[in-house]
């Protein structure tokens, strides 16, 4: 009898488990998406002052609050749309120049700026470049025995600082690596990882379930 009863909890173990890591991947895509649709939100939700500003763009087009706010974004999606138009249409370079004549000059806004220019060209297709200087790495530190840290190299190039090189690293945080650290590293403590950029995310994500499918495990 008592091995029968620890058969069946074995079997409801196992299907407890199983349906855990069926629904596992779910669940993880659900808590990024809700983190991401929650950090928008802090940003444009109604009650802040993007949020307000959306309100009373759209007041003199609609009768409640509510409306109103929908009716603002509305407004600032379709300019957004005839701006990425125009872009399309050839117009790229004129609106760069009257944004960078606007806002270039103007003390601490113009310093923003250009560090966000420099950002958004990582993903302009002009910036291919850039991105393909990104690679995956190893930071080891605490001497041979030490922790490894899996972070993004920002690119090769090297920066000498107090008589010694230094990299730029970035470790993502888990499951969302959105986040991070952006730390300066001794360059003769970062070995490459030989792996993507996309498996060092999925490993970040699954936190670290994934690891067996990129990295070698001992023989």
Known sequence: MRRLIDVTFGRVVRCFVAGVLA?????????VVSWVGG?????????????????????PFAANDTAAYA???ALVLVAIFFVGALTQAGAKNLIQRLFDLLLQRI???????????????LVDQKGDADLKGMSAVFWF????KGAGVLALLVSPERFH????????LIVPTAPVPVGGGLLFVP??????????????????????VSAPQFLARPS
């Open 141 to 144: 530190f605490g001497g041979e």
């Open 161 to 168: 600082i107090e008589g010694r090189d230094y990299h730029i």
């Open 23 to 31: 629904l596992l991947p779910l669940v993880i895509t659900v808590a």
């Open 71 to 73: 009716a603002g974004a």
């Open 107 to 121: 003390p601490l806004i113009g310093s923003v700026y250009g560090t966000s220019k420099q950002l958004v060209g």
């Open 187 to 208: 360059a003769d403590a970062v070995r490459p990882a030989n792996v993507s950029v996309e498996a060092l995310m999925s490993m970040y994500v699954s936190m670290g």
């Open 39 to 59: 950090f928008v939100s802090r940003f444009l939700g109604p009650n802040t002052p993007i949020g307000q500003g959306l309100r009373k763009l759209g007041l």
